[in-house]
Each structure stands twice: as structure tokens, then as C-alpha cells.
């Protein structure tokens, strides 16, 4: 394999961050992938004359062009339950390794169960959700796993203030509120419930808060590295005044599934291409998070928690950071993998505080 990156979905909202990262940790042979050539020529050309190579998910004639020579493969271009496979085979098929910055947990799980063993035969590590939230997610709880040897629960927590969301997640999670939401419950995947009551958290340096289901990536990859925690939750941190509205439309997610099938999400999905396409970089910097793994036993909490500002920001560097890191050497694992099990939680993590990451542990 040579050492080129291909970001497809580049001239989207993520895929530029993700570009300017790339280029900013010194990566040179970047070639940018998309539909629009005009666009992919504009930003080309902001960048000094980059590659580019023009490609659709839906017409898998042009993916093989697409990913020629490339050692990496990054796609941004959702939502990933529509646009994702394609790009994830047609990559393996070049023999190249594949990020993407889904937050799909369907998805998450098809790739797993199609490509693992591809991914294992052609010696590349296929990451899904090289994003803020299940990149860090994974390693705080591998960390946490790793301190507490006994343990059998992990739940994760995701918090970001201020958040507002960019064109992408929101149609991922338009095209996604429908989709099984699952858990880790006693070994096994199972689904979980149709109207579960908002979670009670003490976020690490704040006061008690209410956190509703949120499907994750960590009850699909955690059990594969650490066999004894048999039940596994994500969970999204949110202002108590919309938890239980929050959790009213949880509950109505079978409703919303056949208004989506009968096309009734049309309009909704015109309101959010009339949106902004993301915040402006002044208001993300203003967005802290934090990602906390939390195990609770007899009167006591042992937990890990990664903490920074910006998530699209720090989303566009770990998925560059994990490419610079494949171009550099190979991963410690192949297949189907979480971050951590690609690089290990501890390395990657150090990676990440120049870019005003930090971990904390209690």
C-alpha cells in the first residue's frame, strides 16, 4: 500500500475539518472525494492544489477510482446507514484501511458483522465512529476496564454545552431515531426499552444531571477487548427541562418509523437543508464536553472522564490523528475495531492533549 489519504464527503462540513487536520499534522498526499467537482475544485484549490476524484456511494462503478493507492480511506458522507457500505468495501477491496465519523449505532453493527473478516483477511482495521464522542467514549471505558479488573458495568456518558449540530448528524439522527437502540445486558446485545427513565449522573466536577438512551458503539466493541463486563450503556447528558420530552419521543419512535416510511420526514429534512450547514468555528470553541465512563459499586464510583471544547474540531483531528498514525506504523489490531483496540486507549489518548484533551481519573 502506498501512503495516500482519500477523505470522502470532503467538501462537507466535517470533511473540510478533517482535511485542515490532516494537512496540519503533515500529511501531503490527500486526495479529496465527493459529488459536487466544483466544489471538490474549490477547496482543492484553498489548499494548494490537491487531488480530486469525483464519486457517488449510490453508483459503486466510480468507488474503485475513488480509492486507488490510498492507505487510508476516510469517509465523512451521511448519513452512513444510507451512504457507509459502499465506501467501507470498496475500500478493503484496494486493500486500504477505513475511518469514518458515523454516529450510527445500525450501521456500526452491520459493518461489524459483514467486514470483520474481510478487514482480518486483507490485514486493514476498519474504525467506524472516529468521532468525538465513541472514539474518547471507547478509551476512557477501556482505561476504566483496564483500573477495575472486577467490574461487570460500565455506562458511558456523553455531554457537550451549547451544542448545535451540523446538517449531517442531524439527518443521521433522523434517519437513525428508528433503529434498534442497543445494549449490553448480561452478555448480550439486547434492545433497549421502548420508555426508560432518564438516567441520574454526577457529572465529574459538576452537580447531578439527567441523561437519556443514546445507542453507542461500546456495548457492540467493549466486551470483544474486555470479556467480563457483560452489560454496557451509552448515555447523552441533557438539560433536565427537555429529559422527559427527550424520553417522550424515545417512546415514539415506532410512530416516527411509519411516518418515515410513508415519506412523511420530507419536510423535516428540507427544514434542515434550509439550516446552517454547522456552527462557525468561534461558536464550537465556546462548546465544552466531556465523555465519562462511570462503573458504580458498594458506596463507592470509580470513573474516567476525557474532557476539551469543540467536538466537530476535535472530531476532524482524531480522525486525522488516527490516519497519520496508520501512515506512521500499523495498528495494533486488524478487522472491525474500536479506537482503542486500533491504537490503544492510553497512546491515543496522550495524542490527543496537544489538542487540549485531557483525562482525568477518581
Given at each position: 500500500?502506498?501512503?495516500r489519504?482519500?477523505?470522502f464527503?470532503?467538501t462537507?462540513?466535517t ?10 499534522l503533515g500529511v501531503?498526499?490527500v486526495?479529496?472525494g465527493?459529488?459536487?467537482r466544483?466544489?471538490l475544485e ?46 467501507v468495501?470498496?475500500?478493503?477491496d484496494?486493500?486500504a484501511h ?6 450510527e449505532?445500525?450501521?456500526?453493527l452491520?459493518?461489524?458483522?459483514r ?11 476498519v ?13 476512557v ?6 483500573a ?5 458495568r ?5 455531554r457537550v ?8 448528524t ?5 434517519y437513525g431515531?428508528t433503529?434498534?437502540?442497543?445494549i449490553?445486558?448480561r452478555?448480550?446485545?439486547?434492545e ?5 427513565l ?8 459538576g ?10 458503539g ?6 470483544r477487548?474486555y470479556p ?10 441533557v438539560p ?23 415519506g412523511?420526514m ?10 446552517p450547514e454547522?456552527p ?5 470553541r465556546?462548546?465544552p ?9 458498594n458506596?463507592h464510583?470509580?470513573g474516567?472522564v476525557?474532557?476539551g471544547?469543540d ?6 483531528t ?6 497519520k498514525l ?5 495498528p ?7 479506537t482503542?483496540?486500533a491504537?490503544?486507549?492510553e497512546?491515543?489518548l496522550r495524542?490527543?492533549?496537544?489538542f487540549?484533551v ?5
Amino acid at each position: 500500500m502506498g501512503k495516500r489519504v482519500v477523505v470522502f464527503g470532503a467538501t462537507g462540513y466535517t470533511g473540510k475539518l478533517v482535511v485542515e487536520a490532516l494537512l496540519g499534522l503533515g500529511v501531503s498526499d490527500v486526495v479529496l472525494g465527493g459529488r459536487n467537482r466544483d466544489k471538490l475544485e474549490q477547496l482543492a484549490a484553498k489548499h494548494g492544489g490537491l487531488e480530486i476524484r469525483v464519486a457517488d456511494a449510490t453508483r459503486h462503478e466510480t468507488l474503485a477510482a475513488l480509492v486507488a493507492g490510498a492507505h487510508v480511506v476516510i469517509s465523512t458522507a451521511g448519513p452512513f446507514d444510507l451512504y457507509g457500505e459502499p465506501v467501507v468495501r470498496a475500500a478493503l477491496d484496494a486493500g486500504a484501511h477505513f475511518f469514518d465519523t458515523t454516529g450510527e449505532q445500525a450501521y456500526m453493527l452491520r459493518v461489524l458483522e459483514r467486514y470483520h473478516g474481510l478487514a482480518r483477511q486483507k490485514q486493514a482495521a476498519v474504525v467506524n465512529a472516529q468521532a468525538f464522542e465513541y472514539a474518547l467514549g471507547y478509551c476512557v471505558a477501556a482505561l476504566l476496564a483496564e483500573a477495575v479488573h472486577a467490574l461487570d458495568r460500565i455506562d458511558v456518558f456523553n455531554r457537550v454545552e451549547g451544542f448545535s449540530a451540523t446538517h449531517g448528524t442531524m439527518k443521521s439522527a433522523v434517519y437513525g431515531i428508528t433503529a434498534p437502540a442497543l445494549i449490553r445486558r448480561r452478555g448480550r446485545l439486547t434492545e433497549r426499552g421502548l420508555s426508560p427513565l432518564p438516567m441520574r449522573v454526577h457529572m465529574p466536577g459538576g452537580k447531578h444531571e439527567l441523561a437519556i438512551p443514546f445507542p453507542g458503539g461500546e456495548a457492540l466493541h467493549l466486551v470483544r477487548s474486555y470479556p467480563w463486563i457483560k452489560n454496557v450503556t451509552t448515555n447523552l447528558v441533557v438539560p433536565r427541562p427537555l429529559a422527559m420530552g427527550a424520553m417522550a419521543l424515545w417512546s415514539a419512535r415506532p410512530a416516527i418509523g411509519l411516518a418515515q416510511r410513508a415519506g412523511a420526514m420530507a419536510p423535516v429534512l428540507s427544514w434542515i437543508d434550509s439550516q446552517p450547514e454547522g456552527p462557525a468555528a468561534a461558536e464550537r470553541r465556546k462548546q465544552p464536553f466531556k465523555v465519562y465512563a462511570r462503573v458504580r459499586g458498594n458506596n463507592h464510583v470509580r470513573g474516567v472522564v476525557a474532557s476539551g471544547v469543540d467536538p466537530y474540531g476535535i472530531t476532524g483531528t482524531i480522525v486525522a490523528l488516527g490516519a497519520k498514525l496508520l501512515l506512521d506504523g500499523a495498528p495494533r489490531a486488524t478487522g472491525v475495531i474500536s479506537t482503542n483496540q486500533a491504537f490503544g486507549a492510553e497512546r491515543f489518548l496522550r495524542q490527543l492533549e496537544p489538542f487540549g484533551v485531557s483525562v482525568a481519573r477518581f
